[in-house]
T-cell receptor
Framework: DAGITQSPRHKVTETGTPVTLRCHQT?????MYWYRQDPGHGLRLIHY???????DKGEVSDGYSVSRSKTEDFLLTLESATSSQTSVYFC???????????FGQGTRLTVV | AQSVTQLDSQVPVFEEAPVELRCNYS??????LFWYVQYPNQGLQLLLK??????LVESINGFEAEFNKSQTSFHLRKPSVHISDTAEYFC?????????????FGTGTQLKVEL
């Protein structure tokens, strides 16, 4: 398995509170991604990073922000969590090109 | 922009029977094609990928997928399934250019293998 660690693995939070999810890699891959998985939608890209301090929006970025201050860490922040952000969040890494992306184990977030 | 359609949300099949999971895609640019598998409560694992060359690609556990450019399809097949193949399967594409592997996924097909 690729060296990707997501933390926490499970979290329950209240509506309106800030939440930060962490993705840590040991592979030194350039690209990192945050996806959310919802029934009937597959996985959808939230934000991605193509280098330290270089990030861009994905398909479903509203309500989320990210930061990457080190190659190995990519943080996803929900500034004010809403029930619609209840989901399973996956971090992925890649070197780009033909290699494909490798996924972490996921974080199950419930907003009550 | 890219889009991926997996026509079947669930596919039940008996053990040792053949199976085909269908995937069609749409893209204005050339793409790489991937199949990922997700076992319960786990992350996604790369099953196989098409980059170029031979249109038939194989995985180590007996799955194969065939790229059909004219039909923009990348169907996944296995001639004889096992109980352990029960999982959700996702088809995905990413552009050849633009850097990274920004994947666009289909909605997934749940394969349920029964005795």
């Amino acid at each position: 398995d690729a060296g990707i660690t997501q933390s926490p693995r499970h979290k329950v939070t209240e509506t309106g509170t800030p939440v930060t999810l962490r993705c840590h890699q040991t592979e030194n891959h350039r690209y990192m991604y945050w996806y959310r998985q919802d029934p009937g939608h597959g996985l959808r890209l939230i934000h991605y990073s193509y280098g330290v301090k270089d990030t861009d929006k994905g398909e479903v970025s509203d309500g989320y922000s990210v930061s990457r201050s080190k190659t190995e860490d990519f943080l996803l922040t929900l500034e004010s969590a809403t029930s619609s952000q209840t989901s399973v969040y996956f971090c992925a890494i890649s070197e780009g090109g033909a290699g494909g992306a490798f996924f972490g184990q996921g974080t199950r977030l419930t907003v009550v | 922009a890219q889009s991926v359609t997996q026509l079947d949300s669930q596919v039940p099949v008996f053990e040792e029977a053949p199976v085909e999971l269908r995937c069609n895609y749409s893209s204005s640019v050339s793409v790489y094609l991937f199949w990922y598998v997700q076992y319960p409560n786990q992350g996604l694992q790369l099953l196989l990928k098409y980059l170029s060359g031979s249109t038939l690609v194989e995985s180590i556990n007996g799955f194969e997928a065939e790229f059909n450019k004219s039909q923009t399809s990348f169907h996944l097949r296995k001639p004889s399934v096992h109980i352990s193949d029960t999982a959700e399967y996702f088809c995905a594409v990413s552009p050849l250019t633009g850097g990274g592997n920004k994947l666009t996924f289909g909605t997934g097909t749940q394969l349920k293998v029964e005795l």
